[in-house]
């Protein structure tokens, strides 16, 4: 379970980078990728992506499907989606798995 820990830091590490690298291609600066609003901004603010999508609150949404609606149009789409993939799976499984094991195996010494 290690390797998969790692090989999933480092896939999530390069994603990451290759945004940022996308955001500077269009002097973004730095973009907290977690962050639905810097996201909506850079998506449809400086790209000039159409909004397809919006929130209840008619904001427009950066969510998994206005993100596949991008898929294959906007490398910066296909990244954030890679990118979101590799997020979900050290939050759900990686970092949720290492608490209930530190859990288990506390109680159990």
């Known amino acids: 379970m290690r390797q998969v820990e790692i090989d999933n830091d480092k896939n999530l590490a390069e994603a ?4 940022n690298a996308m955001a500077a291609e269009h002097q973004s600066g730095l973009i ?17 992506l159409p909004v397809t999508v919006k929130t209840d609150k ?18 910066v789409a296909d990244q954030l989606i890679q990118y979101r993939e590799y997020e979900k799976f050290r ?5 949720g798995w290492s608490s209930t094991w530190l859990v288990q195996w506390s109680t159990s010494n």
Do not use: C, I, M
Not at 16 to 19: F, G, N
Not at 32 to 48: C, G, M, R
Not at 62 to 74: H, K, V
């Open 16 to 19: 990451l980078a290759k945004l």
């Open 32 to 48: 907290n990728w977690n962050s639905p609003q810097q996201v909506a901004k850079f998506l449809y603010d400086v790209l000039h």
């Open 58 to 75: 008619g904001a427009p949404s950066t969510g998994e499907g206005s993100s596949l609606r991008y898929q294959g149009q906007a490398p």
């Open 91 to 95: 939050s759900t499984y990686l970092e």
